[in-house]
Antibody, heavy 118, light 108 residues
Framework: QVQLVESGGGVVQPGRSLSLSCAASGFKITNHVMHWVRQAPDKGLEWLALISVDGVATHYAESVEGRITISRDRTQNRLFLQMNSPTVEDTALYYC???????????WGKGTLVTVSS | SYVLTQPPSVSVAPGQTAKITCGGS??????VHWYQRRPGQAPVLVIY???ARPSGIPERFSGSKSGNAASLTITRVEAGDEADYYCQTFDLGSGHRVFGGGTKLTVL
């Protein structure tokens, strides 16, 4: 059974970096493209980043490119997201998701809430 | 960047049929996927590759495409179907994934 559990959310001050983690079970993240997606309050879903199956290629949404880094640890079967210099606009529920057929997202975690506030 | 357009809201009475549309310039040649997001819950894939249903999704949910628009149709709507629905594809140029703005389905 596919399970994804995000952690690392909380309140972070603007300009301070934040790190999120996603523990995967029921499958190996090295067999799938993996993603981070977020949803800000009263906004829609926003795709942020992906990491390729071989872990070499990463791609980022224009809105966050240069400020975030997606990575993974194959031994821990974990996905990570680091964000630098967050602003209040980065306040959101952050999800990790598994890539599925045709580029869909066939598995989601419950999300971890990040609040950027001074 | 690539844009998918959805109506902000759709309302339907219980037992009736709801249709949610998703427009985009290249939809005709791309796979479209649909997600249901109930309040306080993670998104759930309800349709992938335009019209395929994941295991466990009721047959009441179906997807289709015509021209530059995709549609999610929910027949015999139930109160439990009340949720936000998002379409999704990817930008052909960059491979980046793209979501529509979401449609709030209200069951009257």
């Amino acid at each position: 059974q596919v399970q994804l559990v995000e952690s690392g959310g909380g309140v972070v001050q603007p300009g301070r970096s934040l790190s999120l983690s996603c523990a995967a079970s029921g499958f190996k993240i090295t067999n799938h493209v993996m993603h981070w997606v977020r949803q800000a309050p009263d906004k829609g879903l926003e795709w942020l980043a992906l990491i390729s199956v071989d872990g070499v290629a990463t791609h980022y949404a224009e809105s966050v490119e240069g400020r975030i880094t997606i990575s993974r640890d194959r031994t821990q079967n974990r996905l990570f997201l680091q964000m630098n210099s967050p602003t209040v606009e980065d306040t959101a529920l952050y999800y990790c998701a598994r890539d599925g057929a045709g580029g869909s997202f066939d598995g989601w975690g419950k999300g971890t809430l990040v609040t950027v506030s001074s | 960047s690539y844009v998918l357009t959805q109506p902000p809201s759709v309302s339907v009475a219980p037992g009736q049929t709801a249709k949610i549309t998703c427009g985009g310039s290249n939809i005709g040649i791309q796979s479209v996927h649909w997600y249901q997001r109930r309040p306080g819950q993670a998104p759930v894939l309800v349709i992938y590759n335009d019209g395929a249903r994941p295991s466990g999704i009721p047959e009441r949910f179906s997807g289709s495409k015509s021209g530059n628009a995709a549609s999610l149709t929910i027949t015999r709507v139930e109160a439990g179907d009340e949720a936000d629905y998002y379409c999704q594809t990817f930008d052909l140029g960059s491979g980046h994934r793209v979501f529509g703005g979401g449609t709030k389905l209200t069951v009257l």
